[in-house]
């Protein structure tokens, strides 16, 4: 008698520990997949109102106004990554700086116009490292 109700009890904290573990588990889930989502929306609006500019620039900062999730991974080969601690390329136009680049506003206008064909990204940063990274 005294047994089985021994046995019972183990098998209800066994199902309770798992319980507990599937719960924690999934908690903790959920918390990163928030912040991840910040993360991305975080990124959204730091960059230079195209208005401000004119031409190939305007265009410049309007694929890194739409798209700074591509521009973020993207390396720039001006020499700003070494001269002015840029990460990558949406730094660039997190200011004026790609407004007085050449290759700024070219990779960022190439990046655009080869995304809006569907080239996957690391396609677009292999043809942007070929294009502009010789000597960098
Ligand atoms: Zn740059």
């Not at 390329?89 to 506003?105: E, P, V, Y």
Request: hydrophobic residues 35%; negative net charge.
């Amino acid at each position: 008698m005294a047994k089985g109700s021994n046995n019972r009890m183990r098998w209800i904290i066994a199902a309770t520990v798992i319980g507990l573990v599937v719960i924690v588990g999934f908690g903790a889930w959920q918390l990163r997949a928030v912040a991840d989502s910040d993360a991305g929306g975080a990124n959204a609006s730091l960059t230079q109102d195209p208005n401000l500019y004119r031409g190939d620039i305007r265009q410049a900062y309007i694929v890194a106004h739409d798209h700074p999730e591509l521009l973020a991974q993207l390396d720039c080969y001006c020499g700003c990554e070494q001269n002015e601690g840029h990460k990558n390329l949406l730094d660039c136009f997190r200011t004026n700086h790609g407004a007085s680049c050449d290759i700024c506003t070219g990779e960022a206008i190439t990046g655009g116009q080869m995304l809006a064909q569907g080239t996957p990204i690391d396609q677009i940063r292999d043809a942007l490292r070929t294009r502009y990274g010789h000597g960098g």
